[in-house]
C-alpha cells in the first residue's frame, strides 16, 4: 500500500518554526510506523531525527504523536492508522530536532521522588521477603518504560513544566507500596508540594497514553491518598 507520511520537522540551528514534511512510503499492513521512519531515513532524507532502540516496545525511546496520540512508533502498525499518516514530537519537552525531545526536565522529575529502595534497617541474613501480595500491591509500577507518553499527554505539564507529571507519580507509587521501602515520607515532600501531586485534575488522558496499560490516573489518586492518609 501506499502511505503519505507526514512528519513535522524542525532544526533548531536554522528554522524559525516547525514545518511540516511530506513523503510517500511503500508500506505493508503489518509494518510499523518505525519501519516507514527507517525507510525515509534510510532511502529519501538522511537528515530525519528520531530516536529507537529496542524496536519492541520495551525501551520507551520512540514515543511519539502519531495521528494525533501519543505512541510508540515501533508497536503502531499502519493497518491501525490508515493511508495518511501524521507524527510530530511529544508535547510539552523542548524539541531538540525532529521527533527528538530534550528528555531532561522528565528525568529531573523522575530524580525527584527519589525512584529506589530507601530502608536503613538493618540486612536480614538472606533477603527481605514479600508475600505474593504485598509484591502485587506495587505491580503496575514497575511495568512502566519512562517513555514518556503520559507526562507529555497531560494537559497540566503543556502549562506547567514544573510538574512532577504521571510518569514520575507512578514511579513513586512503585516504592510508596512497597512494604520492604521505608522512604515514603522522603517522597512526600515531592509529591506534596505544589509541583506535586495536587495538580493533578484527572483528565485521564495518562492512561489512555500508556502503551503499558498501567491504570495511572489510579495511582495516581492512590498516591493521593497515601499523603493524606499520612497527614492526618
Given at each position: ?24 512510503v511503500?508500506a ?55 493511508n ?17 525531545v530534550?528528555?531532561?526536565p ?124 499520612d497527614?492526618?
Open positions: 500500500m501506499q502511505v503519505t507520511l507526514k512528519i513535522l520537522r524542525f532544526d533548531p540551528a536554522k528554522d524559525q518554526k516547525p514545518t511540516w514534511h511530506t513523503y510517500q511503500e505493508e499492513p503489518w509494518d510499523r510506523v518505525l519501519d516507514l521512519l527507517h525507510k525515509v531515513k534510510w532511502d529519501q532524507d538522511g537528515t530525519l531525527a528520531f530516536r529507537r532502540s529496542c524496536g519492541h516496545g520495551i525501551c520507551g525511546s520512540d514515543a511519539m504523536l502519531i495521528n494525533g496520540r501519543n505512541r510508540l512508533a515501533c508497536k503502531t502498525l499502519v493497518k491501525d492508522l490508515g495518511v499518516i501524521t507524527v510530530e514530537p511529544i508535547r510539552g519537552l523542548p524539541v531538540e530536532k525532529d521527533l527528538i530534550d528528555m531532561e522528565f528525568f529531573a522529575a523522575y530524580r525527584a521522588v527519589k525512584p529506589y529502595l530507601i530502608n536503613d534497617e538493618p540486612p536480614p541474613a538472606r533477603e527481605r521477603l514479600q508475600s505474593p501480595e504485598e509484591r502485587e500491591r506495587f505491580d503496575h509500577g514497575t511495568k512502566c518504560i519512562l517513555c514518556a507518553s503520559c507526562t507529555t499527554s497531560c494537559p497540566v505539564f503543556w502549562v506547567n513544566g514544573a510538574y512532577l507529571g504521571p510518569a514520575a507519580i507512578v514511579q513513586a507509587h512503585r516504592f510508596i507500596f512497597d512494604s520492604r521501602d521505608r522512604g515514603k515520607r522522603e517522597r512526600f515532600k515531592a509529591l506534596g508540594s505544589g509541583s506535586g501531586v495536587w495538580r493533578c485534575r484527572t483528565a485521564y488522558n495518562c492512561t489512555e497514553a500508556c502503551p503499558r496499560e498501567i491504570p495511572v490516573t489510579q495511582l495516581i489518586e492512590e498516591v493521593k491518598r497515601a499523603i493524606l492518609f497527614r492526618f
